[in-house]
């Protein structure tokens, strides 16, 4: 983001230099532009001083073009009265505001005379979410084999950058050798030899260190019934029609296991199962078939293998289909992990959703072969390449389906054919080009209707556009603003959508992180692998309200509900929730409401062993605010006082201390107060009202003068008097997801556009949403230069 | 390849010429027969480079006296085994990690120069920039010989969301290894992913199937090639890179694929089994790559391998040593004895995996020696002081015996700054790669062969 550069030393004598003087600029009335420059900015920003190397010296405003990305930084300093900073003389409110008016309508008016749409990567490779939603939606095949691709490299907070998305032969290898897999379980390959696959449970991460902990014999999974405690469910995606063997093997990791493993054979169709293993619980007698959710990973959910003493069921899709029973003396080990052995004895390829969706057509006889791929291979590849295909597109896929034919039947032949479509750079890669030289009267161009379907569906659903997008673009349709809008619409309300909650909104509040922090459990005891996946599902159900809802953005901070299970109920002390379902809560408790409110957010915003005002400050500067602070300098001195003297000092006094020092005040004396507001909360997101033996004091001032007291005050702040900071920021983390690049000086205007538009609406996110889509970056392209 | 029975010395060759130019490498200077198990000839030397991030604290780091009669001190105990296969080296900076006006991220920078000595550009994304690292000078000559020119292994997998290190791309701080100065090589941290990379993922990882599948993927990457050629002509010249980037790795698995076919029945696959997914515990998981490291090695598969312990600027916690505070939090300890403590015990840790794959390596039998005795392992860090971020006096191993090259039980302090790259460059020349300059080398390191 290019406003980051911001600097740190801010004093300076009195110069008054030459500032060129404007003449009225683009149909406005300059104000006292030039001669506020002079009066307050120059004493810094001089040629000699170049402070956080910016000078205004000959600096001709009636320029606003040449000029645009030194005053879209002063624009933003200027209007959220960070310049001139304080303890320096400052313009009065009306004379800042009035400039500041100028400068934006000035900036807009440049702008819209000569756009610059910017330019996202012309090769955009697909990212792991990407190419696993892709899989699904042209194969008919939910396995996420992005797992098993290499982690993509982010920029600007996001890993769907198109310059930083990079290709190697490593990360070819593994295309090559996905792409098989995947070609082999979408057609069914009845030469496949029984193999086994090994699950393992995932361990508590408190097991072991704080023996202390109690275990919760609690309900796990939605894939496991309602009256089982612990287990282990697989979503497993079965190859072909044929005979398994469910191996579960008992014992604890890095002991010998004496035991013969469980093992139950069974015969199952080709696709997607549920494999539960679950511990029932003695005194419910009932049982509850839980139905099998559709889940995008093929390895659902990883539980606590708890044992029991009536044994443990093996569950299909959720049904149990065999119980094996305790030990003779009454207890069963607990589940090292689970293979999955097979196909053994296999009937056939099976009637799944994939072949469903791959073979349009069943050809009688040989003759009526060819035609038959043809028509295959030409739809395959239309929706795996986004566009429209040509004989040219077809023809060599179709060699290697007659290669294949040779040596198979004719659902080898298509599986060859499939392999090679995935490690085609036409699936692989997203391609914008720029029209011929010879075409180009005007340095932008407006994208494709083809090109638009990609951006909307990359955007909306990280997957691929459906046919019914493709149709419209092939058609010219899309463009039109009425079409593209029910388009928008239609897709928002697609379940795929939710791809943009995990993905945007994943990575945007980094509740991605969440998978990987490791509380202490010495200090979080409490902290256990199913508190981990209910915070994470609390955030997720949330944000997906205020989408689907098209609720304001600022309800992101200020919300009055959540959703809560009995688990996360119990963490935030909110009596009478009952059951591991998630649902919708309304909150008393005004502290708690809102993202600032939710132990996922307080969880990967602290250290592991405690809370940290500064990290949590920081993230609100860079996450909600839209102004990181610099890093620290390094070498920072010591605290010396927490250590020396005779009483310690508090985490407060310590800070203030530490703010005392003018080189670290510049940033701590913004970062401090608003982390300190939300001190009541612990590393886990727990309420608190000490911190060890001391007071939470909650309270903090912005340098500004703004006061406030704890997470209700913070938030109400920041959804009010920061409200335009809050929205900025949201709207460039939309436009930065939605093009694949980092958001550019020239981008401000049409940012600008975008929130004004859905300033009536109080900043519904789905108006932000079509804002960003509607908007020249989005719709345009600048060509590279001949 | 031809395989002659004269082999030119590469450094005798550029003595003749009595010039210094680098020259690009002929097939009649690879030592023939170089492949370990294809005759009695002297076995290849072998190269690793192992990155720890965040620094290391030198008080525990730091040998006491210099020369053959240094003493360990508590961070490097679990080496004292090796001590005669390993030196210490001291005073050694890379200085390109600086900020030189571009402000904070020392961390992005550390990792980024290390094996480049580059200063590279403060960049989000859009243009990264650094050079070319060691390994990928050294994986470019090999690569000749073996079915992978390099690989490029970690324990800790990059991050899923967030900035890595002030205004620099995480591309910095995930990788060391730098196939060209825009091209980030990532790190494979799975070892089922790299398991399948080296033995193929068939139904059987006989060498006949391997062959079977590898030809397969022969006809697949003509027809991506000719896909890439299409996309090409609509695309102009500046936009194409990524297609570069593509058309290279095409070309570089079907080199392999060729070089497999060529050494199909030579090949011996140690036995493995398939490694399921990650183990979570640290030094589980980079044991269980190491063991494919050694295994890739002792096959002849690469001879070019960087490793990172985890990514710079990791806040990895080590729980099961009892140090549940982040790395990187730990390293800003503003002299705290309790968090300088954590941090050398962290140190420690890694040190021990490190003697883990040494163990191993002087274990495993390779031509008229051990694995150990062929192989030159750089294990360090490009921070120091990861409080201050200093990027001088960095803390330097170098394992093996490098083909004879190497003379171990010593700790060897150079004068101030002496760049890392002058070591580098020396290793390179060493094991058969004379490079003439890389990054900011001004010169060869002396003593590592002193006898």
């Known amino acids: 983001m290019f406003l980051r550069h911001s600097g740190p030393g801010l004093l300076a004598a009195l110069i008054v230099s030459g500032v060129v003087l404007a003449p009225p600029g683009l149909g406005q009335t300059q104000p006292d532009g030039s001669l506020l420059l002079k009066q307050y900015c120059v004493v810094c920003h001089d040629n000699a001083k170049r402070t956080a190397g910016v000078t205004f010296q000959g600096l001709d405003l009636s320029n606003i073009g040449d000029n645009a990305e030194l005053l879209e930084r002063v624009l933003r300093k200027v209007k959220t009265g960070q310049m001139p900073p304080a303890g320096m003389p400052r313009p009065d409110a009306a004379r800042r505001a009035a400039f500041g008016n100028w400068l934006e309508t000035s900036l807009d008016a440049q702008a819209a005379a000569h756009p610059n749409p910017g330019r996202p990567a012309a090769v955009h490779r697909l990212n792991r979410a990407e190419y696993s939603n892709a899989i699904r939606d042209v194969f008919g095949l939910d396995i996420n084999p992005g797992s098993q691709l290499p982690v993509d490299d982010s920029g600007y907070g996001f890993d769907n950058i198109g310059d930083v998305l990079s290709m190697s032969s490593a990360l070819l290898d593994r295309y090559m050798s996905v792409g098989r897999k995947i070609a082999r379980l979408a057609v069914g390959d009845p030469t496949l030899k029984p193999g086994e696959e090994i699950f393992e449970p995932r361990r508590e991460p408190n097991r072991g260190v704080a023996p202390a902990v109690p275990a919760r014999a609690e309900w796990m999974s939605d894939d496991l019934p309602f009256d089982s405690a612990g287990g282990l469910s697989v979503r497993y995606y079965f190859p072909l029609d044929a005979e398994y063997v469910i191996r579960i093997r008992l014992g604890v990791a890095n002991a010998p296991v004496k035991l013969a493993p469980h093992e139950f054979r069974l015969p199952l169709k080709a696709g997607p199962h549920t494999i539960g293993l679950t511990f029932p619980k003695e005194s419910l007698k009932l049982e509850l078939a839980a139905p099998a959710v559709a889940r995008r990973s093929a390895f659902v959910s990883s539980v606590r293998p708890e044992a029991s003493s009536a044994g443990m069921d093996l569950r299909v899709d959720g049904v149990r289909v065999k119980r094996f029973p305790p030990d003779a003396d009454g207890a069963s080990p607990p589940v090292l992990n689970m293979g999955i052995v097979g196909p053994y004895n296999p009937a056939g390829r099976g009637d799944t959703p994939s072949r469903q969706k791959i073979f349009v057509c069943h050809p009688a006889n040989r003759s009526e072969e060819t035609k038959c791929a043809q028509k295959i291979l030409a739809g395959l590849s239309r929706r795996a390449y986004r566009r429209p295909v040509t004989d040219a597109d077809v023809r060599p896929l179709l060699a290697f389906y007659q290669k294949a034919r040779e040596k198979g039947d004719f659902d080898y032949g298509i599986e060859k054919a499939i392999q090679a479509i995935l490690v085609a750079p036409d699936f692989l890669f997203r391609v914008e080009a720029d029209p011929p030289a010879s075409a180009r009267h005007n340095p932008n161009h407006r994208i494709s209707d083809v090109e638009l379907a990609s951006r909307l569906s990359f955007f909306l659903w990280s997957s691929v556009p459906d046919d019914t997008l493709l149709d419209l673009a092939e058609q010219s349709k899309l463009s039109d603003p009425q079409i593209l809008k029910q388009q928008v619409e239609r897709m928002l309300d697609d379940p795929r959508s939710s791809a943009f909650v995990d993905n945007f909104a994943g990575q945007w509040l980094q509740i991605r992180n969440l998978a990987t922090v490791r509380p202490d459990p010495v200090v979080f005891a409490d902290f256990d692998e199913s508190l981990r996946w209910s915070m994470q599902r609390e955030t997720e159900l949330f944000f997906e309200s205020i989408l689907r809802e098209n609720r304001s953005v600022l309800d992101l901070l200020t919300a009055d509900y959540t959703f809560l299970n009995e688990r996360l109920a119990n963490h935030y002390g909110i009596p009478g929730i009952y059951g591991s379902q998630f649902r919708r809560v309304v909150l008393k408790d005004p502290d708690r409401g809102g993202l600032l409110g939710q132990a996922s957010l307080l969880t990967v915003t602290s250290p592991p062993n405690r809370t940290s005002v500064v990290q949590r400050g920081k993230w609100i500067l860079d996450n909600l605010l839209g102004a990181p602070p610099p890093p620290p300098p390094p070498d920072v001195p010591p605290l010396d006082a927490t250590t020396k003297g005779a009483q310690k000092l508090t985490l407060r006094e310590a800070l203030e201390l530490h703010r005392a020092n003018p080189g670290c005040a510049v940033c701590h004396k913004t970062m401090d107060p608003l982390g300190f507001a939300l001190e009541n909360y612990n590393g886990i997101g727990e309420w608190r009202t000490k911190d060890g033996s001391s007071e939470i004091d909650a309270s903090g001032k912005l340098p500004d003068g703004t006061q406030f007291e704890g997470p209700a005050g913070l938030k109400k702040v920041l959804a009010t008097e920061r409200r335009d900071e809050f929205v900025s920021t949201v709207t460039e983390k939309l436009l930065t997801y939605g093009l694949g690049r980092g958001v550019e000086y020239y981008d401000m205007p049409a940012l600008r556009a975008i929130m004004h538009q859905a300033e009536g609406s109080q900043y519904r996110l789905k108006d932000l949403i079509m804002g960003v889509i509607v908007s020249t970056p989005f719709q345009m392209r600048r060509s590279a230069d001949l | ?451």
């Not at chain 2, 992978?148 to 791309?169: I, K, M, N, Q, T």
């Not at chain 2, 392999?256 to 640290?282: L, N, T």
């Not at chain 2, 201050?388 to 490098?402: E, M, N, Q, R, S």
Request: charged fraction near 20%; hydrophobic fraction near 35%.
């Open chain 2, 1 to 451: 390849m031809m395989i002659t029975q004269k082999h030119l010395h590469r450094r005798t060759f550029l003595r003749g010429l009595g010039t210094t130019l680098a020259l690009p490498f002929l097939d009649a200077m690879v030592p023939a027969f170089a492949a370990p198990r294809l005759g009695a000839a002297k076995p290849a030397v072998r190269l690793g480079f192992l990155y720890v991030p965040n620094g290391i604290i030198s008080a525990g780091w730091m040998p006491k006296g210099e020369g053959a009669g240094f003493e360990f001190n508590s961070t490097m105990k679990a080496l004292e085994p090796f001590r005669e296969n390993m030196l210490v080296l001291s005073g050694l900076a890379q200085i390109q990690g600086r900020s030189y006006g571009d402000g904070a991220g020392d961390h992005a920078r550390a990792g980024a120069s290390w094996l480049t000595g580059v200063h590279p550009k403060k960049t989000e994304g859009a243009d990264l920039r650094a050079g070319i690292s060691a390994d990928q000078v050294a994986a470019r000559a090999f690569g000749k010989e073996t079915q992978f020119a390099s690989l490029e292994l970690g324990v800790e997998a990059p991050s899923l969301a967030g900035g890595c290190d002030s205004g620099y791309s995480c591309a910095y701080t995930n990788t060391i290894s730098w196939r060209n100065p825009t091209s980030p090589n990532p790190i494979e941290v799975n070892p089922r992913v790299l398991f399948e990379r080296l033995f193929g993922d068939g139904d059987s990882t006989d060498a006949k199937s391997r062959l079977a599948q590898m030809q397969e993927q022969s006809s697949i990457l003509d027809f991506v090639k000719g896909g890439v050629d299409r996309l090409e002509t609509k695309l102009g010249s500046g936009d194409r890179r990524k297609l570069t980037e593509y058309l290279d790795a095409i070309r570089d698995i079907e080199r392999r694929i060729h070089k497999a076919e060529e050494q199909s029945a030579s090949m011996h696959m140690p036995v493995m089994d398939r490694p399921a997914s990650a183990p979570e515990e640290f030094a589980a998981h980079a044991q269980l790559m190491m063991d494919l490291m050694v295994i890739a090695y002792q096959s002849d598969l690469t001879r070019v391998i960087t490793m990172m312990l985890a990514r710079e600027g990791s806040n990895r916690s080590y729980r099961e040593i009892g140090v549940a505070d982040g790395h990187h939090n730990c390293t800003h300890h503003q002299n705290d004895p309790e968090k300088i403590a954590k941090t050398a015990k962290i140190n420690t840790h890694h040190v021990e995996q490190l003697a883990y794959l040494v163990n191993k390596m002087k274990n495993t039998a390779d031509g008229d020696g051990t694995l150990l005795d062929h192989s030159m392992l750089l294990y360090g860090s490009s921070l120091s002081d990861g409080n201050k971020h200093t990027h001088v006096d960095l803390p330097v191993a170098l394992v093996g015996g490098g083909g004879g090259a190497l003379r171990g039980g010593r700790h060897i302090r150079y004068p101030e700054n002496t760049p890392l790259n002058n070591l580098l460059v020396s290793m390179l020349d060493k094991s058969g790669v004379p490079t003439e300059k890389l990054g900011d080398s001004t010169g060869e390191i002396e003593h590592l062969s002193d006898i």
